[in-house]
């Protein structure tokens, strides 16, 4: 399967636990986003990676929230001390970057349950 | 945060019969994304549109940019059980990458 995978797929946790999560996106692609999507909505955009660099941050990625993409390959999404409000889908999505082919395909989802 | 505007939230219909659905936006858009997502799913790509008045088909899909490049609609002619689903335009702005949501479109398939 050469599409975007992240893990893992289900995650459980205690309010006031640190979770990670992780993306490996499509080969070749050099972006990389991460969105979350509530119940009954559409993806929200977080962040975005060009390579190893993050380029932007939406305001939804508060300071318990935090990306990496060190080699430019898989990503990883960090929430420290997770509030009950945190609950959602994290959406992981990669694409080439070239102009008109900047077309953003997603994985599967990591839904993240906070008690 | 920002969502474009979607309609209709939800459709009920017979199989057989084409479904409609579109999204509006303020803001100008230079690429429109039409997904579709299955319960516990990730969005699964349908067509992208890149340019003012293009209209392109996935077999039974078809989906329009708007001339205006602020809206967009996607046709689903004879429809089967397996379209159910929930239904997502998305749009990226000229100046950015981020791609803006609508809140969905919420399709139920009648055998």
């Known amino acids: 399967d050469t599409g975007v995978s992240q893990d893992p797929r289900h995650k459980i946790t205690k309010r006031g636990q640190n979770v990670t999560f992780r993306c490996d996106p499509i080969s070749e692609h050099n972006r990389l986003y991460w969105y979350r999507q509530t119940l009954g909505q559409g993806p929200e955009f977080l962040t975005y990676f060009q390579n190893e660099a993050q380029l932007e941050k939406s305001r939804l990625l508060s300071d318990r929230f935090s990306a990496e993409r060190p080699k430019g390959s898989f990503s990883t999404l960090e929430i420290q001390r997770t509030e009950q409000g945190d609950s959602a889908m994290y959406l992981c999505a990669s694409s080439l970057g070239l102009g008109q082919g900047d077309t953003q395909y997603f994985g599967p989802g990591t839904r993240l349950t906070v008690l | 945060g920002q969502q474009l505007n979607q309609s209709p939230q939800s459709m009920f219909i017979q199989e057989g019969e084409d479904v409609s659905m579109n999204c509006t936006s303020s803001s100008i858009f230079n690429t429109w994304l039409w997904y579709k997502q299955d319960p516990g799913e990730g969005p699964v790509l349908l067509i992208a549109l890149y340019k003012a008045g293009e209209l392109t088909s996935n077999g039974r899909l078809t989906a329009q940019f708007g001339i205006t490049r602020k809206d967009s609609f996607l046709n689903i002619s004879a429809s089967i059980p397996s379209d159910v689903g929930i239904y997502f335009c998305?749009?990226?702005?000229?100046?950015?990458?981020?791609?803006?949501f609508g809140e969905g479109t919420q399709l139920t398939v009648n055998p």
């Open positions: 998305a749009g990226r702005e000229t100046s950015g990458s981020r791609l803006t």
